[in-house]
């Protein structure tokens, strides 16, 4: 009795379904566009001579206006009430150069610059990280130029100190820079603007930058608490004040952090869209 055998069939390979874009290599090629497109970033962004006075200028000014009034003063535990406005000033400069991030990105989806960007080869993970590493940049002259008034006015700090307070100024405050771009790619020029803008203003007055937080009525002491500003200006205060981290701080601009990057994301590739339209 003859059997008849059946070839094997070759059955097709498995389509992937998902959208998700493919994670680019890290090549030469790729890092060369990255430092080039960041460097080139830069310097476009100190070239605006007066943004750049105006970032420095007016959290100096405040500065010493309110130390000359309040900066001899000093705390119940024996602080010196000008040191403290050094850091809460310094950090009010900070987040608004933090939110001035969203100009740059304004200025190239006017001219047009955004749309070609979105055109080529370079990674749209590279763009945003190359805007971040430039805001961050531009936060350094921000938040120096109080700290050298502090000094002039005569802030005495360790070296420890000084550098702590610093440091975690700029950490804190560098997912700041990620809301300026969400602006930038969300809203229009003008509603960009103003928006960074009332922004600043309003974390800075809210997040107790200008003045205590307990001084605020229990409701906005609470709604202050939940403000990454509060907690970047108490996490500069840190190395000054003593007691315990505040760890509490690093929680909450941890979770604005992961919700930003989350808003940008979407921004972009709106942004993206319609550009190419």
Same mark, same amino acid.
């Given at each position: 009795?003859?059997?008849?055998? %059946?070839?094997?069939?070759? $059955?097709?390979?498995?389509?992937?379904?998902?959208?998700?874009?493919?994670?680019?290599?890290?090549?030469?090629?790729?890092?060369?566009?990255? #430092?080039?497109?960041?460097?080139?970033?830069?310097?476009?962004?100190?070239?605006?001579?007066?943004?750049? +006075?105006?970032?420095? +200028?007016?959290?100096?000014?405040?500065?010493?206006?309110?130390?000359? *009034?309040?900066? !001899?003063?000093?705390?119940?535990?024996?602080? !010196?009430?000008?040191?403290?406005? *050094?850091?809460?000033?310094?950090?009010?400069?900070?987040?608004?150069?933090?939110?001035? @991030?969203? !100009?740059?990105?304004?200025?190239?989806?006017?001219?047009?610059?955004?749309?070609? $960007?979105?055109?080529? &080869?370079?990674?749209?993970?590279?763009?945003?990280?190359?805007?971040?590493?430039?805001?961050?940049?531009?936060?350094?002259?921000?938040?120096?130029?109080?700290?050298?008034?502090? +000094?002039?006015?005569? =802030?005495?700090?360790?070296? &420890?100190?000084?550098?702590?307070?610093?440091? #975690? $100024? /700029? &950490?804190? #405050?560098?997912?700041?820079?990620?809301?300026?771009?969400? /602006?930038?790619?969300?809203?229009?020029?003008?509603? @960009?603007?103003?928006?960074?803008? #009332?922004?600043?203003?309003?974390?800075?007055?809210?997040?107790?930058?200008?003045?205590?937080?307990?001084? *605020?009525?229990?409701?906005?002491?609470?709604?202050?608490?939940? $403000?990454?500003?509060?907690?970047?200006?108490?996490?500069?205060?840190?190395? %000054? /004040?003593?007691?315990?981290?505040?760890?509490?701080?690093?929680? =909450?601009? @941890?979770?604005?952090?992961? +919700?930003? %990057?989350?808003?940008?994301?979407?921004?972009?590739?709106?942004?993206?869209?319609?550009?190419?339209?």
């Amino acid at each position: 009795m003859s059997t008849t055998v %059946i070839p094997p069939v070759a $059955l097709p390979a498995p389509v992937s379904t998902s959208t998700a874009p493919a994670i680019r290599p890290v090549t030469t090629t790729r890092v060369r566009r990255f #430092l080039g497109y960041t460097v080139r970033s830069y310097l476009g962004a100190i070239r605006n001579v007066p943004f750049v +006075a105006f970032l420095i +200028a007016l959290p100096t000014g405040l500065y010493l206006f309110y130390a000359s *009034m309040y900066g !001899n003063q000093t705390t119940n535990s024996g602080v !010196n009430v000008s040191a403290l406005m *050094m850091v809460t000033m310094a950090a009010y400069g900070g987040l608004g150069a933090a939110l001035s @991030a969203g !100009n740059a990105i304004q200025q190239e989806r006017g001219s047009g610059w955004f749309r070609q $960007l979105a055109l080529t &080869a370079m990674a749209p993970l590279d763009v945003m990280v190359a805007k971040v590493l430039v805001a961050v940049a531009m936060m350094v002259p921000a938040l120096g130029a109080v700290f050298i008034a502090g +000094a002039a006015k005569g =802030v005495t700090l360790t070296p &420890a100190e000084w550098a702590s307070c610093f440091g #975690l $100024l /700029l &950490a804190a #405050l560098a997912p700041m820079v990620i809301l300026g771009l969400a /602006l930038g790619l969300w809203f229009k020029p003008q509603a @960009a603007s103003a928006g960074s803008t #009332l922004l600043t203003l309003m974390l800075s007055m809210l997040g107790g930058l200008w003045f205590p937080l307990d001084m *605020m009525p229990d409701a906005m002491q609470t709604v202050g608490k939940l $403000l990454p500003s509060y907690w970047a200006g108490q996490l500069g205060l840190w190395p %000054i /004040l003593g007691g315990g981290f505040p760890w509490q701080g690093v929680g =909450v601009i @941890a979770a604005w952090t992961v +919700a930003l %990057i989350a808003l940008g994301v979407v921004g972009y590739r709106r942004a993206v869209r319609s550009s190419r339209r």
